[in-house]
């Protein structure tokens, strides 16, 4: 009887999803069949994803053999491409009804291939190359077996001393958005079951990156307005441009946490949004729920599958509580069948359900694939192109000819700490150190030498305190090892593991160590070219103050050394533009652009009053970054002033000359300001922007539609629309030099 109920919801569950928009009848068919052979253990077993870190050997972890050969393992992670194929194998020998596993490991910013941080590579505005990042990271991790990234990461942040500020793409909810939209198309393709596309995971949902304090895993406290207007976009974007997936955040929304959250999951995602793939809970997050405060084992397993979290990501408390709820009631077995369906439609896109091994097609291809002359060819144009110029006040760079340059500091020397956070460091015995591209840069001619000079920190509390010398000792062979440079460059910053997950700085600055190395090459009265390396904004106002030229490298993956010493020499001349605001102090924080004026602006563009110790103005800037060229704007004009209605649209054209006499790219920016609304509104928004490239004096006409897209946000009922009335329209090349045109909008 009972699998005669179960057969008649089956029915009527598949009549209700194949009445859903576009959906496949033959994927429908084919999953109806598979699911009408499953018992409800095995439909809770596809909610499963096992270990993240996956055994090495099927039989050797705690029970997973079982688990799998009992249908209760849907996914597993693809740390170990050996491991996960085993599994698989395993599955197809041992399942009484034998269904793929999605193999799912964090692609965040390359696999082999590893290109900059995306905090970095966001910074290089350029749509385009991070498109085909995605593209080349899919092609070498799909010839693992690797078929669902859980990326992009697209949370906002506004706190540098949050360590996951590294894995996004800054504070700019328009930037934010296309940047997302450019690594889904990046990953997914037109085509996910080709075997060299894979499933994207848009994360973490929702307002992870509003963690109070930047600690990991804290508090979020938001209202609805602040969340529509600027926190949530990126995350619709990216399930716009056709996310498959999404993972849930380790935070609460409202006091819930998201992964229980039913208003988020299912009102926000599925209801307005209409998100229709599979949502993963971030790692043990229904287990976290327990700490949080909500329940035990039970209750959270209870509580997020009827939120409308698909998958139980290494908590396995789904396969331990949910045939329990089922038999007594308390979760509906179309729950467990809607879920189920959904990662059953994820894995027949894929391409899994039709052709379990599509994701070893490539296998015996795997050497030629990865890190191939193309793939690095990507990594070293995205590297350079993330390269941000901060200041070059004495005109040191680009390097002119000289005999000796001497590089210290603790980056100078390093591989893999190039990487940065969420690289798995397969290209790093393939990379260079900075030195050594630098002197194959500068050529024969000019002698390269290194000294450490110093310790990434002596502070015994952060990892990777001092290597067998100390600070001091280092930093006085430095000055010997400079004495008879031409130039020194400074390679400093954070290694890669002083940011990401749970990486948080209550001090984002360089550390005490780096800082006395690099006042004293200041002492020697040489030039001194400061190169920073970080997974985030550092507050460096004294930095700023007492040197002339400071770049930001980021962690720039397995071309970071050769990328910047193309800069350096001038190979390409820096066009990389901040996308987080720098602070000049940890007590700005949180600092950002896009602020509102409040009832006592500061002056210009910086709301409300200013401390008595501090000013409110930036370090440097959002939308920030300087270039070898000087680049002219001028002619700032509109081909009207006046608009009517939603169909109208105000051309705004800017001049823009290369003044230098190196080729160059600008990014020339778009800023929309609403004075007066139904509710207060930020002091300006990025709403366009042009990466253009220009030869020494030449000029480019670079237009801007503005339409009322652009104009619209949510207000206080959350409706979202535009207002009749004035717009200040603002162009310039960063968020801080714009010219302004006032315009008029009627309805
Ligand atoms: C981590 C991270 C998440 C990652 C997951 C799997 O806890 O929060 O971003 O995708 O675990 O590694």
């Known amino acids: 009887m009972k699998r005669n109920v179960t057969a008649v919801a089956l029915a009527l569950l598949t009549l209700a999803a194949s009445a859903k928009q576009g959906v496949d009848p033959e994927m429908d068919k084919f999953i109806n069949d598979l699911m009408g052979r499953m018992t409800l253990k095995e439909r809770i077993g596809q909610l499963n994803l096992g270990g993240v870190g996956t055994p090495k050997v099927v039989g050797s972890a705690k029970g997973l053999d079982k688990a799998v050969k009992e249908g209760l393992v849907s996914s597993i992670g693809g740390f ?31 696999y082999y291939t590893t ?71 990046g990953y997914q393709g037109d085509d996910l079951s080709d075997g060299e596309t894979i499933m994207a995971c848009t994360k973490h949902l929702v307002l992870y ?82 700490e949080h405060g909500v329940g035990g084992p039970q209750e959270v397993a209870e509580m997020a599958i009827n939120a409308g979290t698909d998958m139980d990501m290494s908590a396995s408390l789904y396969v331990a509580c949910l045939e ?87 980056m100078g020397q390093e591989r893999a700490e190039l990487l940065g956070c969420w690289s798995y460091g397969m290209s790093a015995d393939t990379m260079s150190t900075f030195v050594e591209a630098l002197a194959r840069e500068v050529g024969p001619d000019t002698e390269v030498v290194y000294s450490q000079g110093s310790n990434w920190t002596e502070q015994p509390a952060i990892y990777k305190q001092g290597g067998e010398h100390p600070s001091d000792s280092l930093l006085m062979q430095a000055v010997k090892d400079v004495a008879d440079a031409d130039l020194i460059i400074a390679t400093v910053g954070e290694p890669a593991v002083w940011s990401g997950e749970a990486h948080n700085l209550t001090n984002p600055d360089l550390a005490e160590a780096q800082k006395k190395l690099l006042y004293a090459m200041k002492e020697t009265g040489k030039p001194v070219v400061v190169a920073l390396f970080s997974g985030r904004p550092l507050v460096i106002e004294d930095i700023d103050k ?29 066009s990389g533009k901040l996308t987080s605001t720098w602070p000049r102090n940890v007590g700005q924080i949180p600092l950002y652009y896009n602020a509102l004026r409040t009832g006592r602006p500061y002056s210009g563009f910086w709301a409300t009053t200013k401390y008595i110790d501090s000013t409110n103005d930036p370090l440097y800037p959002f939308g920030y970054g300087l270039s070898y060229n000087e680049y002219k704007y001028d002619n700032l004009r509109a081909d009207k002033l006046q608009a009517k209605g939603e169909g109208d649209r105000i051309r705004v054209t800017v001049d823009v000359t290369n003044l230098g006499s190196m080729p160059g790219k600008e990014i020339v920016q778009l800023y929309v300001n609403d004075p007066v609304a139904k509710i207060s509104r930020p002091v300006m928004e990025l709403k366009d922007f ?58």
């Open 80 to 110: 170990d491409p050996v491991a996960a194929e085993d599994v698989q194998r395993f599955a197809e020998d041992s399942m009484r009804v034998f269904i793929p596993m999605i193999t799912g490991l964090d692609v965040v910013h390359g």
């Open 115 to 185: 290109f900059p941080i995306p905090l970095g590579s966001s910074s290089s505005w350029n749509l385009g190359l991070l498109e085909e990042s995605a593209r080349v990271a899919a092609r070498e991790a799909t010839a693992f077996g690797i078929n669902w990234t859980f990326a992009p990461m697209v949370d906002i942040s506004r706190d540098p001393r949050w360590g996951r500020v590294a894995e996004g793409a800054g504070e700019d909810p328009y930037l934010g958005s296309l940047v997302a939209q450019a690594m889904v198309r």
């Open 209 to 290: 990156g509003a963690s109070e304090a930047g600690r990991d895993y804290n508090t979020v406290s938001m209202d609805d307005v602040t969340a529509y207007n600027y926190f949530l976009p990126t995350y619709k974007a990216a399930f716009d441009a056709g996310a498959g997936s999404g993972m849930t955040s380790f935070n609460v929304v409202n006091g819930v946490p998201t992964t229980g959250n039913r208003k988020v999951m299912t009102e926000l995602l599925r209801d307005q949004w209409g998100f229709d793939g599979f949502i993963v809970s971030d790692a043990n997050a229904i287990a976290e729920m327990i």
């Open 690 to 747: 042009a990466k253009i490239e220009l030869a020494p004096g030449e000029t480019r006409q670079v237009s801007f539609d503005v339409t009322p897209d652009k104009l619209k946000y949510y207000d206080s009922e959350l409706k979202y629309g535009w207002d009749a009335g004035e717009f200040n329209i603002f162009v310039g090349p960063d968020s801080r030099k714009v010219e302004k045109l006032a315009v008029k909008w009627d309805k």
């Open 546 to 574: 007492d040197f002339s030229t400071i770049l930001q490298a980021w962690h720039g993956g397995t071309m970071a050394a050769e990328a910047l010493a193309d800069i350096l020499t001038g190979k390409e001349a820096p």
């Open 324 to 410: 329990k709820s089922v038999a007594e009631g308390r979760v509906g077995e179309e729950v467990i069948n809607t879920a189920c369906r959904r990662v059953l439609e994820a894995k027949y896109k894929l391409g899994l359900l039709k052709n379990p091994w599509l994701y070893y097609k490539n296998k015996d291809k795997r050497k030629e694939i990865v890190l191939s002359p193309g793939n690095l060819d990507v990594a070293r144009r995205l590297a350079r192109e993330s390269v941000v110029l901060l200041k070059n006040s004495d005109k040191v760079l680009p390097l002119k000819p000289v005999k000796k340059i001497a590089v210290v500091g603790p």
